[in-house]
């Protein structure tokens, strides 16, 4: 069975759902500024590895400078923060899509039983945030072998 539908319905719908992604694009941009205004802080993704002697930390922070990025310990919390500044393209640039986050970003993650707090370190490489964490000693799996008489 074949339907003869006039042409104007087709353009209607597809002016439709221009106007759909459009009025999207805009709440979408609208709620990032409000939530930049607001000083509001997104979290950022990690992954958290654990190995015999430490534990590997690593956040996805693709974009940021170092010298943006800010870690620190408090109450038993690891925090990672920072800012993913706006690029400077000069005033006569026009946006024509604007999806990427900018503004500030917090990330706290819990401390794992047994790290050892005075040995953190941290490296910076490839837009990946990489936090060792070695384990206290006495946290350590430890094997003791037994003699068989």
Do not use: C, T
């Not at 925090?79 to 690029?87: A, L, N, Q, T, Y």
């Not at 005075?118 to 430890?142: C, F, H, M, T, W």
């Amino acid at each position: 069975m074949y339907y003869n539908f006039p042409r104007f319905m087709f353009d209607d719908v597809r002016e439709m759902r221009h106007l759909r992604g459009r009025l999207n694009e805009l709440f979408n941009e609208l709620f990032a500024q409000e939530a930049q205004q607001a000083d509001v802080a997104v979290q950022i993704p990690y992954d958290l590895v654990e190995e015999k002697d430490r534990y590997l930390l690593m956040f996805e922070i693709p974009g940021v400078k170092k010298e943006d990025v800010k870690l620190s310990v408090h109450d038993g919390q690891l925090v990672v923060s920072g800012e993913r500044k706006e690029p400077n393209l000069g005033d006569k640039v026009f946006w024509v899509r604007k999806e990427i986050f900018r503004g500030k970003f917090k990330r706290s993650v819990e401390l794992p039983e047994g790290a050892d707090v005075g040995k953190i370190s941290a490296e910076y490489r490839d837009g990946i945030l990489l936090v060792n964490i070695p384990k206290k000693v006495e946290a350590q799996e430890k094997e003791i072998q037994i003699n068989i008489e």
